[in-house]
């Protein structure tokens, strides 16, 4: 059973950064496929980005060139790296792990089996 916890979520104005942490227990982020989701009021949930287990990444093109995925082995941590926020990045992030796969990850959260409990992000104009 794994167990993921965000954090860094927060208030900033148009242009600014933040960076989102997810800290998991239970499963290795080394190992498997993560990703970070979010989900605007009203909206579909929307991948924003995945990591493998090699290191490899994808963006959607929405975030492509301002957002980064990183991760900590050591630390069983994920990140989420936003510069050059917009209002439109506002929303509930999320980020989720797939226990069944280690590359070819996926952009559809119905593979993603653990969930954290989600991080607000809110970008003012």
């Known amino acids: 059973q794994a167990m993921l916890v965000e954090s860094g979520g927060g208030s900033v104005q148009t242009g600014g950064s933040l960076r989102l942490s997810c800290e998991t227990s239970?499963?290795?982020?080394?190992?498997?496929?993560m990703g970070w989701f979010r989900q605007a009021p009203g909206k579909e949930r929307e991948g924003v980005g995945r990591i493998d287990s090699a290191g490899g990444t994808r963006y959607a093109d929405s975030v492509k060139g301002r957002f980064t995925i990183s991760k900590d082995n050591a630390a069983n941590t994920l990140y989420l790296q936003m510069n050059s926020l917009k209002p439109e990045d506002t929303a509930m992030y999320y980020c989720a792990l797939d226990s069944r796969r280690r590359i070819g990850c996926t952009s559809d959260s119905l593979w993603y089996n653990y969930w954290g409990q989600g991080t607000q992000v809110t970008v003012s104009s």
């Open positions: 239970g499963y290795s982020v080394s190992t498997y496929c």
